[in-house]
């Protein structure tokens, strides 16, 4: 049986250095939850009852709003570690 050949490099071996884990602030999965809570009710409640006072004013602008913080909540949850 032929005998496999040694290798004759080292292997490579990345330099050792000292990395800081990243950790998010306290505030934000509570605010990335909130928003999400806030722009799901905010549609539904639009959908429900869309003469309420505030929302009746605001017209299909409640989409955008409603949107608005659902968006929000997704670009704080690509900031959590």
Same mark, same amino acid.
């Given at each position: 049986?032929?005998?496999?050949?040694?290798?004759?490099?080292?292997?490579?071996?990345?330099?050792?250095?000292?990395?800081?884990?990243? &950790?998010?602030?306290?505030?934000?999965?509570?605010?990335? &939850?909130?928003?999400?809570?806030?722009? #799901?009710?905010?549609?539904?409640?639009?959908? &429900?009852?869309?003469?309420?006072?505030?929302?009746?004013?605001?017209?299909?602008?409640?989409?955008?709003?409603?949107?608005?913080? #659902?968006?929000?909540? &997704?670009?704080?949850?690509?900031?959590?570690?």
């Amino acid at each position: 049986m032929p005998k496999s050949k040694t290798r004759k490099k080292a292997v490579y071996t990345p330099p050792q250095t000292a990395q800081q884990i990243k &950790v998010s602030p306290r505030w934000l999965a509570p605010v990335m &939850v909130s928003c999400w809570i806030i722009g #799901i009710l905010w549609i539904a409640t639009y959908y &429900v009852a869309p003469n309420a006072p505030l929302l009746g004013t605001l017209q299909n602008w409640n989409l955008l709003v409603g949107f608005t913080f #659902i968006i929000l909540g &997704v670009v704080l949850a690509t900031r959590w570690r």
